[in-house]
């Protein structure tokens, strides 16, 4: 059954004002939520939209509470709304266990409920650990983590020896551990660097479609805990990303460059290399 507009109020810690027995069926925009949806007004300049809404309820901040709805009032309606998102959509986990299209080299450890999807490849001492989920068509290199709970999509390329901690979301497309750009000149002529160090993607990081972090050339790549990537960013060897960092689509980190906690790099914006960027630099 539909949740009540006063259990959503509950699990986000806000407040109705109106009939809290209305059922919610789903959350829509103003112009096409009916009576048995919930739309949201976070910003004053849509008022008069909200006003002549349709929708059944709408979540509000304090002092927008003059509307002839229903309205469930929160402090942060923008992250309640996220919240009553994800109670309304839960993600749908596949079943655990390897499908049979799968490849696990011998060595390798597949916690028993995590998920491996068909032709996806695991290589030689990786691990994947309690309830990951490696959709289709995933390469994992050997000595290679994937951390429990967390979310490889389809496509995803994990390099050797790359690391990724727990409740990571990994989107389609991305390539963690690749090379480093490096290369000596002997003459005329570009020599490659070897680039012989990992990835490390900490917990709760998000990485976005077509995203690439390379490898570093000798100790690591590090992803600080909680940051968000966008898709379509670049983040070059040797470059440490703080925690809860942000970073846009189209932007590019070059190499051995450090990003404090709390930086947000905005699309298509460009660090150069080996610079040092402190706490919430945006």
Not at 94 to 100: E, F, I, T, Y
């Amino acid at each position: 059954m539909s949740p009540r507009l006063a259990d959503l109020a509950a699990a986000v810690g806000g407040v109705v004002r109106g009939d809290g027995e209305r059922r919610i069926e789903g959350v829509r925009t103003l112009e096409t939520a009916g009576e048995s949806d919930l739309s949201f007004l976070t910003n004053p300049r849509y008022h008069e939209a909200a006003s002549s809404s349709s929708a059944g309820a709408l979540l509000v901040p304090p002092g927008l509470e003059r509307l002839p709805h229903d309205l469930l009032v929160a402090d942060q309606p923008y992250l309640a709304l996220a919240r009553i998102l994800a109670a309304l959509h839960p993600l749908e986990r596949p079943a655990a266990g390897v499908h049979p299209t799968a490849i696990v080299a011998p060595g390798a450890r597949v916690a028993a409920s995590a998920h491996v999807g068909a032709y996806s490849c695991v290589g030689e001492d990786s691990v994947i650990e309690d309830e990951a989920v490696v959709h289709p068509h995933v390469v994992i290199g050997p000595n290679c983590r994937i951390g429990a709970a967390s979310v490889l999509y389809p496509q995803v390329s994990v390099y050797e020896g790359t690391l990724i901690g727990r409740h990571a979301v990994i989107h389609s497309g991305v390539v963690l551990g690749a090379d480093g750009f490096g290369f000596a000149q002997a003459g005329t002529e570009h020599v490659k660097i070897p680039q012989v160090g990992r990835v490390v993607v900490e917990d709760h990081v998000e990485i976005g479609s077509n995203s690439t972090i390379d490898r570093a050339m000798l100790e690591e790549t590090r992803i600080g805990e909680g940051t968000k990537i966008d898709d379509l960013v670049m983040v070059a060897h040797n470059v440490r990303v703080g925690e809860r960092c942000l970073l846009i689509s189209q932007a590019g980190i070059a190499g051995s460059s450090t990003l404090g906690d709390g930086v947000v790099i905005a699309g298509q914006s460009g660090v150069s290399g080996h610079v040092d960027l402190g706490d919430g630099v945006q």
